[in-house]
């Protein structure tokens, strides 16, 4: 299915006319085109087919009243078939457009293009202790969310994010309690 708005917003920060959820929405869909790569609008179109395809036509609460126009979803008109649709597969097809025009809203196009703020090495530099395990990736996933969820955010801003989350693992914490 498509990508809601998670209820978890501990980490984010109100973003310029985005609540929490708008701006976990946000997160969620950029990471979830970031897997889906350039193919984003095949694997849209695709899934919301198939989402369409499994509505019974002749469920009780869903009656093909008049057919409905295509969805052009950015494909050429000639590429999708004009097919009657009932009012949930319309509805359907209303919620993944909503989806398609969230990408666009959100700037998410070519987010599976975009490198971290912070390369490997500049994590590295951050946390001398973190070895490169799970933990290294865990910690470069959570920086690409926190991109996501701040599209205005500096290098500055995401390492004291980075410092913040993750401080047993740069030292600081033990060279300030040394210093006491």
Not at 12 to 19: A, D, H
Not at 148 to 175: A, K, M, V, Y
Request: net charge neutral.
């Amino acid at each position: 299915g498509a990508a809601q708005p998670h209820a978890d917003d501990a980490t984010l920060v109100e973003g310029p006319g985005l609540s929490p959820s708008e701006q976990q929405y946000r997160v969620n869909l950029g990471l979830l085109l970031r897997r889906a790569g350039q193919l984003w609008k095949a694997s849209l179109l695709v899934a919301m087919a198939d989402a369409v395809r499994r509505v019974p036509a002749s469920s009780s609460h869903a009656t093909c009243d008049s057919p409905s126009p295509p969805v052009t979803t950015g494909a050429p008109s000639s590429d999708v078939p004009s097919v009657p649709l009932n009012s949930a597969q319309r509805d359907l097809v209303s919620a993944y457009k909503a989806v398609y025009e969230s990408v666009e809203q959100f700037g998410l196009v070519g987010v599976w293009k975009q490198a971290p703020l912070l390369n490997g090495k500049a994590v590295k530099g951050l946390l001398p202790r973190l070895r490169k395990d799970s933990e290294f990736k865990a910690i470069m996933d959570k920086q690409m969310e926190w991109v996501l969820s701040h599209p205005s955010g500096t290098i500055n801003e995401c390492t004291g994010f980075i410092h913040q989350e993750w401080d047993n693992f740069s030292g600081l914490s033990e060279r300030v309690s040394a210093r006491e």
